[in-house]
């Protein structure tokens, strides 16, 4: 049975991961920031354990990774985001440093897994396209994040790990508007179809749900 970790999986796109994978058999844990408050992740059919996370938090970080010594994640799903209604320095904490540091405990159960693959979720509003820095704190935020994979991929890719970052696409989730034209299902289902087809010469790759490649 192969085994998913999806970090921020209590709603939205995260959610869909889970009641995907779920859904076709794989062993899923998913993160949320409070169990006692999982809302529709509680409800997912299937083979799902559940643990609390708040991305910032050291001890949590370090909590989860203890929760996986000695057992193997085949994917690891970093999810977990934030548009609006915090200032920059706390986006920048949640959207550009904590994924680096949730995903670099995690490592060592990534190793130990068969597909041995990381998918970071990040946006087009962080993409430079040949300027500068995108401005808006969460467009910046997401240019960090792009920045600091493209330094770091090479270290994981030396440790046998293929990792990308997707554009999951402007989604129809509390966070993307439910005016939004592409909807979970859509984006869930083109991520996992890339996911999938993905061989250690994609590794560093800047993809679209769609499986195309985004310009940087």
Not at 7 to 24: C, E, K, T
Not at 49 to 68: G, T
Not at 162 to 179: I, K, Y
């Amino acid at each position: 049975m192969p085994s998913v970790l999806i970090i921020g999986a209590s709603r939205g796109i995260g959610l869909g991961f889970a009641r995907d994978y779920a859904a076709d058999g794989w062993e899923v844990h998913a993160t949320t920031r409070d169990i006692g408050d999982a809302g529709d992740l509680g409800d997912v059919a299937g083979n799902v354990s559940l643990y609390p996370l708040e991305v910032r938090d050291p001890d949590q970080i370090a909590d989860l990774a203890a929760a996986f010594e000695g057992r193997g994640i085949d994917l690891l799903i970093h999810n977990a985001g934030v548009l609006r209604g915090v200032g920059r320095d706390e986006m920048m904490a949640i959207n550009a440093d904590a994924p680096f540091d949730v995903v670099g405990a995690l490592l060592p159960a990534v190793e130990r897994g068969e597909g041995r693959t990381v998918a970071i979720l990040t946006s087009q509003m962080g993409a430079r396209n040949g300027g500068g820095t995108p401005s808006g704190d969460y467009g910046a935020s997401k240019c960090a994040l792009n920045d600091r994979f493209r330094e770091t991929e090479p270290e994981w890719r030396a440790r046998g790990i293929t990792a990308v970052v997707f554009h999951p696409g402007w989604v129809a989730t509390d966070m993307g508007g439910r005016g939004a034209p592409v909807s979970v299902d859509e984006s869930v289902s083109g991520m996992r179809r890339t996911i999938a087809g993905l061989a250690p010469d994609d590794s560093g790759k800047f993809l679209t749900w769609k499986g195309t490649e985004h310009p940087w």
